[in-house]
């Protein structure tokens, strides 16, 4: 039943391509062109909850195959064995299902908290973590607004978890697995382009959807982009955090570190200078021994 | 300079090499004292629950969760730590830079706690880190996050702990009796002393800065954008309630150390100290209430973390510091060391607040360390008092230098 389903969304899927005017394997070609972000439509209209995105992005990472069933009123988290959870939601729309997995922000506060690039925004779009790199400090954890990273604390060798957008496929030029396996509820495809298409999907269905697509503007833009029938708080997004970027809100600390390394030093010399006393100045002028 | 302080050091100014070395490793004094039986068993505990930490994973000994990444080790030895080893830059400035000479018999000693703090919250990092082995990647090799506070942190981190060592070691050139090296090393004094306040005034703020990130996640009554500026004025009453603290023991402890003119210096010390205590959490408090104003949370006041909030703001600083305007008007030493512990529990509120407690203070599993977090938490500090006392009663920390080198100051 469910082999059947997947097929019929795979068809679907390269209509859905189609829209958005992506070629799949053509999307490498114009590597030598200015690259720009990519990111992942989600239509939570279109989901059917049927969780085979979870299961491909499972056997596609080496992880295990999530087991629960998705239930309103019951919320599954991503955890270190699992990148992406589809969570349903009761509403007067009936019930809406919503895919989370990391964001993938434009400017992500996970980048910009790590100490040693292992988490690092790619040029592509998809935020990854390198694990040659990573010291396993957590800060990216403290950091990211969505709690999206996660730690494997069991282990002795510990991994940070979380969705890499299938990196090593986008640059050999295939899809991310789950927008291959989905193909109707997910689009892959320029950021920009994307978001073209879900205003467009907006306009053509001023019914069916909200005139709103979360992370276009939360975080300062995310490379995973929204489209729903009902109010984002109404299915679990947190409709508190800001709109500009997070990085930001370090940046004047940072910049204040160069002023402070020149004047700082500087001042305290000028006082040195100024209160040496006669006698500490005999004092060093005397012979040592 | 008395001559019997002289005496104590004059036997090791020709030290025959590893000789010297083995004698002095070895313990001195009595075995069998209240710090040694209390100490002694948690150390074993602790490092056994270090070796089971490397041997299982953090979850196997830490209750730290995928919300609340950051548990006791960071929140209290680190964050914590560092704000009490803060007066070791206040010293330094106001006896290297201001030349007030007063304070010159404490600036030793305060330095040396200084510096085992950060080496000791160094090694706790190092406990909490999930891939300890790549701790030097933001130090060697191109992984440079120099846009991560973090980064600006670590590296301040580690030269303090340079620039601390160099303002130490004359110290220990006194101890080996190596008079060359003294000289070239006192002449390094006042530029680790001015590139240490730097870097202090800096790595101070910047463990507030770590936390601008969260603005979500942190209780909006400790979250503000002057985390930083907060977290240095602090800094300043915090290191000094802690000088006062740890001088009112060692005073006890190596009273043989100290000499008389020193001793009785010492409530002049403590009364002045307490005289910029209290103005520096007068600065503190008035931030703090411009934040609160500037925030508009007034309905928050109103809540269970309102409450705790109004705690930390009237019991942890406005009471401490009228304790310490009043012991500064009626020179009343021992008042000062009410007030400095009730600032030192005050500091590890606050920090363990902003850190811990407040943060995620709305997620449904809430972080509570484990025994043996706390276990492994004290083992660090104790083993940090045990090198402390072993230096203290081997170099001339507390009591004075040999008498060639004083001419050298």
């Known amino acids: ?289 | 300079m008395s001559s019997t302080t002289y005496l104590i050091t004059s036997d090791k100014e020709s030290p025959a090499g590893w000789k010297f070395f083995l004698s002095e490793l070895k313990p001195r004094g009595k075995w069998f004292t209240p710090f040694n039986i209390i100490s002694i068993p948690i150390i074993i505990v602790g490092l056994v629950l270090i070796v089971y930490r490397f041997w299982n994973g953090l979850g196997s000994v830490s209750n730290v969760n995928q919300e609340i990444p950051w548990g006791l080790w960071k929140g209290f030895n680190v964050v914590t730590g560092v704000a009490f080893a803060g007066g070791a830059y206040v010293l330094t400035f106001i006896v290297y830079i201001l030349k007030v000479d007063k304070y010159h018999s404490i600036v030793r000693v305060t330095v040396l706690n200084g510096f085992l703090a950060y080496m000791f919250y160094a090694g706790a990092l190092v406990l909490d880190l999930g891939k300890p082995w790549n701790i030097f990647n933001p130090i060697i090799g191109n992984n440079f996050g120099a846009n991560s506070v973090l980064f600006l942190v670590a590296w301040h981190f580690m030269l303090y702990i340079v620039a601390q060592l160099v303002e130490f070691s004359p110290a220990i050139a006194e101890w080996l009796g190596s008079r060359r090296i003294h000289k070239i090393l006192s002449g390094m004094t006042i530029g680790a002393v001015i590139f240490g306040i730097t870097l202090s005034t800096l790595h101070q703020s910047g463990l507030g800065a770590l936390f601008l990130m969260a603005k979500e996640k942190i209780h909006p009554l400790w979250y503000n954008e002057f985390i930083p500026i907060l977290f240095l004025v602090s800094s300043v009453f915090a290191g000094l309630s802690m000088v006062i603290f740890e001088g009112s023991i060692s005073q006890r402890v190596f009273a043989d150390k100290i000499n008389k003119k020193d001793k009785e210096a010492r409530k002049g010390i403590v009364n002045t100290l307490s005289k910029i205590c209290a103005f520096a959490m007068f600065a503190y408090l008035f931030m703090q209430l411009l934040v609160f104003i500037h925030g508009q949370h007034y309905n928050l006041l109103n809540t269970k973390m309102g409450y705790w909030y109004l705690l930390e703001m009237v019991g942890f600083v406005i009471f401490p510091m009228a304790l310490y305007f009043r012991s500064y008007l009626t020179s009343n030493i021992n008042l000062s060391r009410i007030a400095a512990i009730i600032t030192i529990v005050g500091i590890i509120l606050n920090r363990l607040n902003v850190s811990i407690i407040a943060f995620r203070w709305d997620a449904a599993v809430r972080y509570v360390p484990s025994w043996m977090e706390v276990v492994v938490s004290i083992t660090i500090i104790l083993i940090q008092i045990w090198i402390f006392r072993w230096v203290i009663s081997r170099m001339p920390v507390l009591n004075e230098p040999p008498k060639w080198a004083i001419n050298g100051h």
């Open chain 1, 1 to 289: 039943m469910s082999l059947n389903r997947r097929d019929f969304f795979k068809t679907i899927g390269i209509t859905g391509m189609t829209i958005i005017g992506v070629n799949a394997s053509g999307s490498n070609s114009s590597a030598d062109e200015k690259t720009e972000f990519h990111g992942i439509l989600f239509d939570s209209f279109a989901c059917v909850g049927c969780q085979s995105c979870e299961l491909a992005c499972a056997e596609t990472h080496g992880l295990p195959a999530p087991e629960d069933e998705i239930k309103s009123g019951v919320l599954r988290k991503t955890s270190e064995k699992q990148r992406c959870a589809v969570n349903s939601y009761s509403t007067p729309q009936g019930d809406i299902f919503v895919r989370n997995q990391c964001m993938h922000c434009n400017e992500p506060a996970c980048a910009a908290a790590c100490l040693t690039q292992a988490m690092y925004k790619t040029k592509e779009g998809p935020v990854i973590w390198r694990e040659n790199k990573c010291m396993g400090c957590r800060y990216c954890m403290i950091s990211c607004p969505f709690d999206v990273p996660k730690f494997d604390y069991s282990s002795t060798n510990p991994k940070i978890q979380k969705c890499d957008m299938c990196y090593d496929r986008i640059i050999k030029g295939e899809q991310p697995v789950c927008v291959e396996t989905c193909g109707v509820a997910l689009f892959y495809g320029a950021r920009r382009e994307l978001i073209a298409e879900a205003r467009k999907r907006i306009a053509e269905n001023p019914g069916v959807y909200v005139d709103k697509i979360y992370g276009e503007s939360v975080a300062g833009g995310t490379g995973y982009l929204y489209l729903s029938p009902v109010q984002h708080n109404e299915i679990g997004f947190n409709t508190t955090l800001q709109n500009s970027s997070y990085p930001a809100l370090t940046k004047g600390f940072l910049y204040s570190v160069p002023s402070v390394f020149v004047l700082v030093p500087t001042l305290l010399l000028g006082i040195h200078e100024a209160t040496k006393s006669n006698k500490s100045k005999q004092i060093k002028d005397e012979d040592y021994e």
